[in-house]
């Protein structure tokens, strides 16, 4: 006979947002805007917020996330973009899981897509992430060109599909600005504020039960003032340059093919239409916290 156990990894009822539960952490903190930089703490703020909102973790994300902790195969073949019907980025990859793990070394959480599908016709009706969903509606690439990317553009943008009958490639996915970073700080922020950073072993287990610990992992994402601009341009509605859908996608990189393979979608963001800026960048400042 068996006792059941249930241990979920969300945690918190506060987390409930936009008509759903939170499906893998006990919160998420996306923060969109202009200005990225540093406080003295050394933690990632906006001069300018546009939007500071939460995610969904669909059903991909959350198994994703189960088999990487526990090392084994889970039940759905979530729907990968390196296969038809998308087949974006390195589709005739062969790399294969290792080590008995189910997925292929190196697998992670690094690329990011944007759609302006999010929305209702009004570009105002948020349309809500279900959990069961696995792709971004009205995908867009970032880059639409038919000219060789500068090299250090070939470092940002992956996920290449050539346009059928043309010498046009689109450019659907990008890396994040830098690796992700994991954060402990203490809850001893002023108003909504960051606390102060713990570093050290002595620090982590030397803080007052009182005081609390949170942590979080915060990767930055750019979307820049010439990225989606080239493809709403080529079907001449440059005055249209949106998003309102933004995704985090888990892949491997395959150095045969010089992109992304296994690329499956692990979380997605729907927020109001954001038109993009012709004269500055975009920062998306992504948290999620374990604690």
């Given amino acids: 006979m068996y006792t059941k156990l249930n241990d979920k990894l969300y945690l918190s009822k ?8 939170p499906t893998l952490w006990a919160k998420t903190q996306i923060i969109g805007g202009y200005g990225l930089h540093k406080n003295s703490l050394g933690i990632s703020e906006l001069d300018e917020v546009v939007f500071d909102t939460t995610n969904m973790v669909p059903l ?5 996330a189960m088999e990487m902790i526990y090392g084994v195969k889970g039940p759905i073949q979530v729907p990968r973009l390196d296969r038809p019907p998308y087949n974006i980025g390195a589709t005739g990859s062969t790399i294969e899981p290792s080590g008995g793990m189910p997925h292929p070394y190196g697998q992670r959480v690094c690329l990011f897509g944007v759609g302006y599908g999010g ?16 792709e971004v509606a009205a995908m867009v690439p970032f880059r639409y060109t038919a000219d060789p990317l500068s090299e250090a553009d070939k470092l940002k943008y992956y996920g ?12 659907y996915l990008k890396r ?5 970073q994991i954060h402990h700080l ?23 039960l009182g005081e609390g610990i949170e942590t979080f992992t915060e990767s930055l994402l750019t979307i820049s003032k010439k990225d989606v601009r080239e493809y709403f341009e080529s079907i001449g509605k440059i005055e249209e340059t949106r998003i309102n859908s933004i995704a985090l996608f888990s892949a491997v990189y395959d150095d045969e093919y ?26 998306i400042i992504y948290r999620v916290y374990g604690a």
Avoid: C, W
């Fill in 14 to 21: 506060d987390t409930i947002s936009a008509g759903h539960e």
């Fill in 258 to 283: 010089k992109d992304y393979a296994n690329i499956t979608m692990f979380s997605k963001l729907n927020i109001p239409t954001e038109p993009l800026s012709l004269t500055k960048d975009m920062n």
């Fill in 160 to 171: 290449k599909k050539t346009e059928e009958g043309s010498s046009v490639i689109s450019y």
């Fill in 186 to 208: 203490r809850k001893n922020g002023v108003e909504g504020e960051d606390g102060s950073e713990i570093t050290s072993v002595e620090e982590a287990y030397n803080t007052p």
């Fill in 60 to 64: 991909g994300g959350v198994q994703f």
């Fill in 119 to 134: 929305t209702e016709e009004n570009n105002l009706t948020v349309i809500e992430v279900k959990y069961n969903d696995y």
């Fill in 176 to 180: 994040f600005d830098e690796e992700a």
